[in-house]
């Protein structure tokens, strides 16, 4: 029997399916809605508020820290567990925005951002360690999947509502808003236990001697860690030029640009939901090269940015794409180690999806600049392929069994 090839999906005679839902997982929603409520309605708003003169400083600034909580996550989950940090990212995401607009100085505006960054990208560390231990491992991607969605939907309302707001009740009820949102979440947080023994140690912070935490280096230099972000790393890439450019290229007027965002956002959320279910069956690592090569066939038709029908139908295969890659190679991950490192690889994935979108917003200007909206859409389109390497030796290195990732 090959060791490495990817098991037979159970039948449910055998092996029933456990149940999804739980009641610290249901609480789990309330800190995943309170933060992203909290980081988004003031997304857009704060940079509205603070100017032409503060707006880049402000948003570079929270950007900045949100990676620099991502880093710094697995080591503050490997000494506190998850609880403690998830708790205190609330925190640092809700208090400083209850004192935001005290003053509208651009230093103010940015420390104010420098500390809710921070905060924000603890509790993806953490908050993302916490959903992986109180979803059952046979149903990880359905439930990463459902957790994506119950976060996906406020972040879609919230960024809109928080200009919206800002200009009918005014800039300071928003902050307000955004402040109680995260606090708010913070009582529910000492209820989140694993009622499994097997990832009891997430929730308290220690393994028993049993397995130790992977370190951020030793999971890049892991292949079974490396591979999967490189590849999902490519499609953020593609989605942060998706969301950045696209309305440029369009003409306003015409709304085409908008509802091409709805439907790509839509179609992500839905494929991201089918990955999940598709992989708990038959193992997520059969759609790590489909999603890269669906995301780059959906970029690259965008190539015909004078035709709606294109682009919409660009955008749907573009989400499509995405969102099989963000459940396939989390899901993945998280196969890939012990709960003792479920921070680790929160914070590995995280990195992908904001770095790679950063990156692909900023390089595809220089590009576009060059070559043209059209080109620059084809040629990225092209360069994601550069990710199929890894993506194929991931698939023939091995598969969904437990591969645990040694320090």
Same mark, same amino acid.
């Given at each position: 029997?090959?060791?490495?090839?990817?098991?037979?999906?159970?039948?449910?005679?055998?092996?029933?399916?456990?149940?999804?839902?739980?009641?610290?997982?249901?609480?789990?929603?309330?800190?995943?809605?309170?933060?992203?409520?909290?980081?988004?309605?003031?997304?857009?708003?704060?940079?509205?508020?603070?100017?032409?003169?503060?707006?880049?400083?402000?948003?570079?600034?929270?950007?900045?820290?949100?990676?620099?909580?991502?880093?710094?996550?697995?080591?503050?989950?490997?000494?506190?567990?998850?609880?403690?940090?998830?708790?205190?990212?609330?925190?640092?995401?809700?208090?400083?925005?209850?004192?935001?607009?005290?003053?509208?100085?651009?230093?103010?505006?940015?420390?104010?951002?420098?500390?809710?960054?921070?905060?924000?990208?603890?509790?993806?560390?953490?908050?993302?360690?916490?959903?992986?231990?109180?979803?059952?491992?046979?149903?990880?991607?359905?439930?990463?999947?459902?957790?994506?969605?119950?976060?996906?939907?406020?972040?879609?309302?919230?960024?809109?509502?928080?200009?919206?707001?800002?200009?009918?009740?005014?800039?300071?009820?928003?902050?307000?808003?955004?402040?109680?949102?995260?606090?708010?979440?913070?009582?529910?947080?000492?209820?989140?236990?694993?009622?499994?023994?097997?990832?009891?140690?997430?929730?308290?912070?220690?393994?028993?001697?049993?397995?130790?935490?992977?370190?951020?280096?030793?999971? *890049?230099? !892991?292949? @079974? #860690?490396?591979?999967? $972000?490189?590849?999902?790393?490519?499609? =953020? &890439?593609?989605? %942060?030029?998706? +969301?950045?450019?696209?309305?440029?290229?369009?003409?306003?007027?015409?709304?085409?640009?908008?509802?091409?965002?709805?439907?790509?956002?839509?179609?992500?959320?839905?494929?991201?939901?089918?990955?999940?279910?598709?992989?708990?069956?038959?193992?997520?690592?059969?759609?790590?090269?489909?999603?890269?090569? *669906?995301? !780059?066939? @959906? #970029?690259?038709?965008? $190539?015909?940015?004078?035709?709606?029908? =294109? &682009?919409?139908? %660009?955008?749907? +295969?573009?989400?499509?794409?995405?969102?099989?890659?963000?459940?396939?190679?989390?899901?993945?991950?998280?196969?890939?180690?012990?709960?003792?490192?479920?921070?680790?690889?929160?914070?590995?994935?995280?990195?992908?999806?904001?770095?790679?979108?950063?990156?692909?917003?900023?390089?595809?200007?220089?590009?576009?600049?060059?070559? @043209?909206?059209?080109?620059?859409?084809?040629?990225?389109?092209?360069?994601?392929?550069?990710?199929?390497?890894?993506?194929?030796?991931?698939?023939?290195?091995?598969?969904?069994?437990?591969?645990?990732?040694?320090?």
């Amino acid at each position: 029997m090959n060791p490495t090839a990817e098991p037979t999906a159970p039948t449910a005679a055998t092996t029933p399916r456990p149940p999804l839902l739980s009641r610290a997982l249901l609480l789990r929603f309330v800190s995943v809605v309170g933060s992203t409520v909290s980081f988004f309605l003031l997304l857009s708003a704060v940079p509205e508020h603070a100017g032409r003169g503060g707006a880049g400083l402000a948003t570079g600034t929270l950007m900045l820290s949100t990676v620099l909580g991502e880093l710094a996550g697995p080591r503050i989950l490997g000494r506190y567990g998850s609880r403690g940090p998830l708790a205190a990212g609330l925190f640092l995401l809700g208090a400083p925005a209850l004192v935001l607009p005290l003053s509208d100085a651009p230093a103010w505006t940015a420390a104010v951002c420098l500390v809710r960054g921070l905060g924000f990208g603890l509790t993806m560390v953490a908050g993302g360690a916490l959903t992986a231990a109180l979803i059952p491992a046979e149903r990880r991607g359905e439930g990463l999947a459902l957790v994506g969605l119950v976060g996906g939907v406020p972040s879609l309302l919230a960024l809109p509502l928080g200009i919206w707001l800002a200009g009918h009740v005014g800039y300071a009820p928003v902050a307000t808003a955004a402040g109680l949102a995260a606090l708010a979440a913070i009582p529910t947080v000492p209820a989140l236990r694993s009622a499994r023994r097997g990832q009891a140690s997430v929730s308290a912070g220690a393994d028993g001697g049993r397995a130790v935490a992977v370190g951020m280096v030793g999971a *890049v230099r !892991a292949g @079974g #860690l490396r591979r999967p $972000t490189v590849v999902f790393g490519a499609t =953020a &890439v593609a989605a %942060g030029i998706l +969301v950045t450019f696209l309305p440029l290229a369009v003409p306003r007027a015409s709304g085409v640009a908008t509802a091409a965002l709805l439907v790509q956002s839509t179609a992500s959320t839905a494929a991201r939901w089918a990955a999940g279910r598709y992989g708990d069956r038959r193992g997520s690592s059969r759609l790590v090269v489909p999603g890269l090569l *669906v995301s !780059a066939a @959906g #970029l690259s038709a965008l $190539t015909a940015i004078s035709s709606p029908v =294109a &682009v919409l139908l %660009g955008a749907a +295969v573009f989400g499509t794409g995405f969102g099989i890659a963000q459940n396939a190679t989390l899901t993945l991950m998280y196969s890939r180690v012990s709960a003792a490192s479920y921070g680790t690889v929160s914070a590995l994935w995280n990195l992908a999806y904001d770095g790679g979108m950063g990156v692909g917003a900023a390089g595809f200007g220089l590009l576009a600049a060059h070559t @043209g909206y059209a080109w620059g859409f084809a040629l990225t389109g092209l360069l994601m392929l550069g990710a199929l390497g890894p993506a194929v030796r991931d698939r023939r290195a091995g598969a969904d069994h437990h591969d645990p990732v040694h320090p």
